[in-house]
Structures are given as C-alpha cells and as structure tokens.
Nanobody, 126 residues
Framework: QVQVLESGGGLVQAGGSLRLSCTAS????????MAWFRQAPGKEREFVAA????????SYGDFAKGRFTVSRDNGKSTMSLQMTDLKFEDTALYYC???????????????????WGQGTQVTVSS
C-alpha cells in the first residue's frame, strides 16, 4: 500500500524559515517525479515545486522562485522543501505528490500525480 507522508509544518513569523519533508513508501519511487502543492482556505490548489528523479530538473511556481528550494535524496523516495523569507500569504496546507510512472517529465498540473499525502500545515504570522 502506497503511503505519502509530509512533515515539518508549523507556525513561523514572517521572514522566518521552515523545512518540509516528504517520504513515499509502499514501493520504489526513486525514479519518479515528486512535487509540492499547496492550498489556502477558499483558494484553489497551487503548484509550488517539482523535481525529477535525478534532481537535475526542477520547476517552481513563480511565488517560490528565489525563496524556496526543493531537493531529494538520490536513490530514495524522499523530498524536502526549504522555505525562506516566508510571507503571510504562504500560509496554506502543503501537500506532497508523487507520479506513478517512472522517468516522466515534471509537471505543474496536479492531475499528473497519482499519490498524495494528507498535507502539513504551514502558518505564517504577520
């Protein structure tokens, strides 16, 4: 049974930093794209970042560029998101998503990802 588990969320002041982690288990995902999405109350789900199997191809949502860094452990089904200079508008539930097909291109579309975690809450106080 596939499980996707996020951790690392919490409450932080504006300008602070947080590091989110994601682990996928139940089968091997080290050849699969992994991604972060977020959703704030009353808003649509939003693409944050994605990373391919080797870590050589990365994409960010515009708001994340220069502030967020996505990475993964080579040969493992784990991924991290380092977030710096957090803003009030970064407050959201952050989800980890995993593609079911190995070696595919990264995508910013949630429909491309088959497996999702329950999310970890990030709250930024102004």
């Amino acid at each position: 049974q596939v499980q996707v588990l996020e951790s690392g969320g919490g409450l932080v002041q504006a300008g602070g930093s947080l590091r989110l982690s994601c682990t996928a288990s139940g089968r091997s995902f080290y050849k699969n794209v992994m991604a972060w999405f977020r959703q704030a109350p009353g808003k649509e789900r939003e693409f944050v970042a994605a990373i391919n199997w080797s870590g050589a191809v990365i994409s960010y949502g515009d708001f994340a560029k220069g502030r967020f860094t996505v990475s993964r452990d080579n040969g493992k089904s784990t991924m991290s998101l380092q977030m710096t200079d957090l803003k009030f508008e970064d407050t959201a539930l952050y989800y980890c998503a995993v593609d079911s097909t190995p070696y595919r291109r990264i995508s910013s579309h949630g429909d491309e990802y088959a497996y999702w975690g329950q999310g970890t809450q990030v709250t930024v106080s102004s």
